[in-house]
């Protein structure tokens, strides 16, 4: 069969991946002059089964409300006249009670759990190096309030298979001696061993190079700008080709995996996709000293940040700000990374080597993604990964590439469009 898909960030290059070694003829249509220039960029670096707990939880609204307006806030709303954003909002808190909370991080569990085996598969059969440590992941807590309230979705998430294990300061820091320094501060941390980190980028642009030399072809510099349907279905992707020209490019099935802008092309041909865009930040800081510097890659839970270690680089990411497609840097909200991290680790990196980046996470109000078909026949869905694109891209090409193939993944998860109530209502 022949599928075109859209967008070459981690999620849409790994469909592609999967698509052409189930042998369909595979087209990936990319604006960008390569793979993974947005979102897929400069993330945090984390293949975290462990952080399935989504923002929407029983205690975001009181926290939120706490954070309104303050610069430094890791989840900033800045409240906008745009009716996408109020319905994100709304939603977002329908999904915060116990029960839902519970659900999805069922959910991300389930698909997390499922694309590290595909990660830790596709990694061993293809050679890919991208600075991967295999060292797990260490959730520490700096408030005591923070801790406690970790302790009931980290013993749910060890009753779902990800053993997500509680330990104590001397324990943390036998496993990541670098966090010497807080260790008194330390209320307490969780230790996932299974996870991993790695650098997304040089993940997925050496993952389309090994595809387009399988046959994928990557056409780089090509602008989406319409889907043209006709009665129910899809028939071709209006595009400005590389060249600038108009062009309408054909298969026999379309992905849409184009991260936060998947919204604004679905809308145009009546799909409405609860995704909004939530701008974070990096910091990337060279290792000045490698003894002060972490390797075990972690997640400050109450700041709402992640440090992954990238050789001599440290990656640390965080913050998120629901303000439209922006992707200006805040300053205010850069320097809040760094101050935390040499406050954690000081003397590894000094701040005025930091360089800084911003991205727009595909956010849904549950964090779940769309993965599966559309209600317009020939479309396939990929998108809405949320803060957790890096974790779930692997399983989700992987997953939708069987669902193409008219095969049911091996995963418990509730795939769009093939009978499942909940999800058919999210996109219908
Ligand atoms: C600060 C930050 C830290 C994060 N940390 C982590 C982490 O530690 N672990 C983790 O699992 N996840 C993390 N994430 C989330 C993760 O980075 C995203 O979920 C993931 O990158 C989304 O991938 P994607 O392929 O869906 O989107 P993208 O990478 O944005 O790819 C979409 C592609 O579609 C293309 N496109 C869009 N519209 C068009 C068009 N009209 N025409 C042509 N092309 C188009 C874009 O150019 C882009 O290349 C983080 C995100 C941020 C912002």
């Not at 349907?229 to 020209?245: I, P, R, Y």
Request: aromatic content about 8%; hydrophobic content about 40%; overall charge positive.
């Amino acid at each position: 069969m022949k599928v075109i898909v859209m967008g070459a960030g981690v999620v849409g290059t790994a469909t592609a991946w999967y698509l052409s070694q189930a042998g369909h003829e595979v087209t990936v249509l990319e604006r960008n002059s390569g793979a993974a220039r947005e979102t897929s960029f400069g993330n945090g670096g984390q293949i975290s089964v462990s952080h399935a707990e989504p923002w929407a939880n029983p205690s975001a609204p009181l926290k939120l409300l706490k954070w309104l307006g303050r610069e430094d806030a890791p989840l900033l709303f800045r409240l906008r006249a745009d009716p996408d954003q109020w319905r994100w909002g709304w939603k977002f808190l329908l999904e915060c009670p116990t029960k839902r909370s519970m659900h999805n991080m069922k959910q991300l569990l389930n698909l997390g759990t499922y694309s590290r085996a595909s990660l830790q598969q596709l990694r061993q059969e293809t050679g890919i190096d991208y600075d991967q440590l295999s060292k797990g992941i260490l959730h520490y807590y700096t408030s005591k309030k923070e801790f406690d309230l970790a302790l009931e979705p980290a013993r749910v998430m060890r009753e779902l298979g990800c053993e997500r294990q509680v330990i104590d300061p001397d324990r943390v820091v036998e496993l990541e001696p670098a966090m010497a320094s807080i260790k008194q501060r330390l209320a307490g941390a969780t230790y996932t061993s299974a996870d991993e980190s790695g650098d997304v980028h040089k993940f997925t642009t050496a993952l389309a190079d090994k595809a387009q030399a399988a046959g994928v072809r990557f056409r780089y510099g090509v602008r989406i700008q319409k889907l043209r349907t006709e009665g129910n279905a899809l028939v071709g992707v209006e595009v400005a080709s590389e060249t600038g020209m108009y062009e309408v490019a054909k298969a026999d099935a379309y992905v849409l995996a184009a991260g936060s802008f998947s919204p604004l092309l679905a809308k145009e041909i009546g799909i409405k996709l609860d995704i909004y865009p939530a701008k974070g930040y990096s910091a990337t800081l060279p290792v000045l000293d490698a003894a002060k510097a972490p390797s075990v890659s972690l997640t400050d839970d109450e700041y709402k940040l992640v440090f992954s270690r990238f050789g001599d680089r440290l990656r640390i990411a965080g913050t998120a700000e629901l303000n439209g497609y922006g992707l200006a840097l805040n300053p205010v909200r850069c320097e809040a990374i760094v101050r935390r991290t040499l406050e954690v680790f000081p003397g590894m990196s000094r701040p005025e080597l930091a360089s800084y980046w911003a991205g727009l996470r595909p956010a849904t109000p549950g964090n779940v993604p769309y993965i599966g078909k559309s209600k317009v026949q020939g479309l396939y869905l990929n998108t809405g990964h949320g803060t957790l694109g890096w974790t779930h891209g692997c399983g989700s090409g992987r997953a939708l590439s069987e669902l193409i193939s008219g095969r049911r993944p091996d995963v418990d998860f509730q795939f769009c469009g093939i009978g499942d109530k909940r999800a058919d209502a999210m996109w219908s």
